[in-house]
């Protein structure tokens, strides 16, 4: 593609999903096998709106099935699917021969339509399959999403109206590095075993995508619930799950969900998807941002860091030159550092998780039991706020 977006002043190509990909071959494979002619590139009107055409190549065909490949185009988005072959095999349905170039499944769990009956699609080598509930797709079934479902089967529909045949058709997508990409996805964690999720809900791919990321945390909260916890852990990154491996109190690190900067996004997921309560555990050096209300944590978002910090120090007497000095570091650490030194770290951490407390069940419009754990590498606890005892009690395995 030759779209591109501007993003923290720099211009990035767009790119296109595995669904986008899987569409386009699915339907290079049915006009081959429906109307006998070879494709190089298709033509596909997105979700988004945006229409795109996609290199398509032959890799099999014969009277009976026809599989075609597109190559996996991110555009400067670091996905890892990245360059990697995206393959589809239409069959009529009464030919097709089980666990052959696609290992394809057996029909029990394929997708069906409503809109076109007559077709029927499965994923096969190097496409996930389903393990735990909470996901788009019932335990059992590939993980194709719901949106490249619909645009596979409306791509080989269109060739079906155009060649007028209804015959059953089985579609099967298929990628050959699926299992071993998917070792460096979320994939494992979120109980797809055996390969890639075939994604996308606008059919591009947009470079550094915040939706992609809060699609993912959404994800993963809402398979967690599914599967029977009613209070979430959540953590912003590495920093928080590796105060959990030193914090202990039953806490495991396989329950948090990682929020990244989205704390604000992840409270919304939990409200949405039913929790009783969320447990959040983060530094310090995102974690004091909440004081100010600010949701998303990334530095370009909003910094705030030293000034929060050091108007409570103020409202609490402390000098002026203290405050100079404060508003001069770098670091959180360094600024808590001279408030220790002044005897003023506790009562500030105080104030802190009290405004805390309040902008993170003003964003949860008082619906969740919420807690809050924030820490400094070099001090520990900082500070928790009421609920903390209950939820980790609660959420901990040792009861």
């Known amino acids: 593609m030759e779209e591109y977006v501007i993003k923290n002043q720099k211009k990035l190509r767009l790119g296109i999903t595995t669904g986008t990909c899987s569409a386009a071959a699915a ?8 109307l006998g002619v070879e494709s190089h590139a298709v033509t596909l009107r997105t979700p988004k709106g945006m229409t795109v055409s996609v290199p398509v190549y032959l890799l099999e065909a014969d009277a009976d099935r026809v599989s075609y490949k597109v190559v996996k185009d991110s555009g400067d988005d670091p996905d890892v699917t990245n360059g990697t072959d995206v393959c589809v095999t239409v069959a009529y349905a009464k030919q097709r021969v089980r ?22 699609l499965d994923g096969g080598i190097g496409i996930g399959r389903v393990t735990k ?18 645009m596979i089967f409306a791509a080989v529909a269109d060739v079906c109206e155009k060649a007028n045949v209804s015959e059953p058709l089985h579609i099967t997508v298929w990628m050959p590095e699926g299992e071993a990409l998917a070792k460096r996805t979320f994939n494992p ?17 947009e470079p550094m995508s915040e939706q992609a990321l809060i699609d993912t945390i959404r994800v993963e909260m809402r398979q967690k619930l599914a599967n029977g916890m ?47 309560g969320v447990l959040l555990v983060g530094h310090i050096g995102k974690f004091v941002k909440l004081a100010g209300g600010i949701m998303n944590t990334h530095s370009h978002n909003a910094d705030a860091r030293m000034e929060l910090l050091t108007v409570h120090a103020a409202l609490l007497g402390a000098p002026v030159e203290l405050l100079q000095k404060m508003m001069e570091c770098v670091t959180t650490d360094d600024a808590l550092k001279y408030l220790k030194e002044a005897d003023l770290m506790e009562p500030v951490m105080e104030r802190i998780m009290e405004k805390m407390e309040f902008y993170v069940n003003q964003r949860a419009q008082h619906q969740l039991e919420l ?25 901990g395995r040792d009861k």
Do not use: M, W
């Not at 509930?133 to 619909?150: F, M």
């Not at 202990?248 to 900067?261: F, M, R, T």
């Open 371 to 395: 807690g809050v754990i924030t820490f400094s590498n070099v001090f520990g606890i900082l500070g928790q706020t009421k609920n903390v005892p209950d939820l980790v009690k609660k959420i």
């Open 189 to 205: 964690k979120l109980g797809i075993e055996g390969g890639l999720s075939v994604l996308g809900t606008s059919g591009i791919l």
């Open 99 to 120: 666990e052959q170039i696609d290992g394809s499944q057996d029909r029990s769990c394929a997708f069906t339509s409503e809109s076109f009956p007559y077709l029927t």
């Open 133 to 150: 509930e909470g996901l788009e797709q019932a335990v059992g079934q590939a993980a194709i999403n719901r949106v490249p479902r619909q």
């Open 27 to 34: 339907q290079a494979a049915a006009i081959q096998l429906l």
């Open 230 to 276: 009613e209070y979430l852990l959540v953590v912003p990154g590495n920093y928080g799950i590796d105060f959990l491996d030193q914090y202990g109190h039953g806490l495991q690190l396989e329950d948090a969900v990682k929020c990244s900067n989205f704390v604000g996004e992840a409270l919304d997921a939990a409200v949405e998807f039913g929790a009783k």
